[in-house]
């Protein structure tokens, strides 16, 4: 028989800004693959958005952000919680 802990803590607010975070992360690794790494390898025609492409062509960064995000909310988790509830 297992006992539940009753928290008296609120429970942390969101951040919306770390899903707007994680979205442009997402994004960013979309258009890496569509617009930049597609047409290098030749999985794909040249793109006609050079632009696009020059500016997606640091896409894969995006992954990088999406773990520092995710490693600053597993921090965030830990602090507020024991050991065993984590």
Request: a negative charge; charged letters at 20%.
């Given at each position: 028989m297992?006992?539940?802990r009753?928290?008296?803590e609120a429970p942390a607010a969101r951040?919306?800004?770390l899903d707007l975070l994680r979205a442009v992360a997402a994004l960013m690794v979309v258009g890496?693959?569509?617009l930049d790494r597609g047409p290098r390898v030749?999985?794909?025609p040249e793109s006609s958005w050079p632009l696009?492409?020059?500016l997606f062509a640091y896409g894969y960064l995006g992954v990088h952000l999406f773990f520092l995000i995710?490693?600053?909310v597993i921090l965030m988790t830990?602090?507020?919680s024991t050991a065993g509830s984590f």
């Open positions: 297992s006992q539940e009753a928290s008296t951040e919306p800004e890496f693959h569509f030749g999985l794909m696009l492409g020059g995710s490693g600053y830990a602090e507020r």
